[in-house]
């Protein structure tokens, strides 16, 4: 089986990075809009502190926002420099993606789920909430995908939709009984279906296992400096985000390397 790569080479990997960036405009758009209840279509994109329209020459991914100083054209108001970091993030996982994708079915479901994570670890950072919007309809596209993947099987996305959702909510259950505190919101148990719908029931562990590690950690650091106390509330959508694209690169060779352990 030809891969992508092997048929387009570094030419078809620094044009998916490029879309990458264009769609990481997009994804700005979505992670402003969406906790706000704002159309994501209309009115186009303006400045959050004027209001001034931003032209289609100052909306050219990462480019403007340097070329700008950072500022908007017609306020002189700073542009938070998490907007070009957005794009550029999404523009990367999109060049990498497309390195490991074997075929068309496998490179759309890939550059999607890094893109929802992503856009799910911004909105999480902000607001504290997880988006149905994008957590089911990550769901659905997950299970619909696997059916033309080469790489898995509808069996396996439903099977990690139910094992990441359902597990994550009886840990989450169970929690709250025995800590009498609400530990996770049914934000996180979506996003966790959707990792589990894309990645299947043992990269949804994987997943698990990388958030919670990764999250703890985090949490110890910010007690031991001082900035937080047990009490404090970790947006786990993040860690999520970052777990499952962790595990969406890293997960095959990982367990590849853990079963020649077992002769
Ligand atoms: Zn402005």
Redesign the pocket.
């Known amino acids: 089986m030809t891969t992508l790569f092997e048929t387009y080479g570094a030419f078809g990997s620094v044009s998916a990075g490029l879309f990458g960036l264009i769609v990481g405009s997009f994804l700005n758009v979505l992670a402003h809009r969406l906790p706000r209840g704002e159309s994501v279509v209309s009115p186009g994109s303006h ?1 959050p ?2 209001g ?1 329209g931003i032209l289609a020459r100052d909306n050219i991914p990462v480019v403007s926002w340097l070329f700008l100083g950072g500022r ?1 054209r ?2 002189r ?1 700073p542009i938070s420099a998490r907007y070009p970091m957005m794009e550029l993030t999404n523009g990367v996982l999109w060049a990498l993606v497309f390195l490991k994708a074997p075929q068309w079915p496998d490179l759309l479901g890939g550059v999607f789920f890094a893109s929802a994570c992503l856009t799910l670890a911004a909105i999480d950072l902000e607001f504290q909430i997880l988006p149905d919007r994008i957590t089911l309809t990550g769901i659905a596209f997950g299970i619909l995908l696997s059916f033309f993947s080469k790489t898995r099987s509808p069996g396996s996305a439903l099977l990690g939709a139910v094992v990441g959702g359902g597990g994550l909510f009886l840990i989450a259950f169970l929690y709250e009984k025995i800590a009498g505190q609400e530990g996770m919101g049914l934000g996180d148990v979506k996003m966790l279906a959707m990792v589990g719908a894309f990645l299947g029931p043992v990269g949804v562990l994987m997943t698990v296992l990388a958030a919670s590690l990764s999250g703890s950690l985090v949490g110890i650091a910010a007690i031991a400096l001082g900035r937080g106390d047990r009490k404090m509330r970790l947006p786990f959508g993040v860690f999520l985000a970052a777990g499952g694209v962790a595990a969406y690169f890293f997960g095959d060779p990982l367990l590849a390397r853990y079963r020649a352990l077992w002769p």
């Open positions: 400045c502190a004027c001034a908007c017609t306020c108001a």
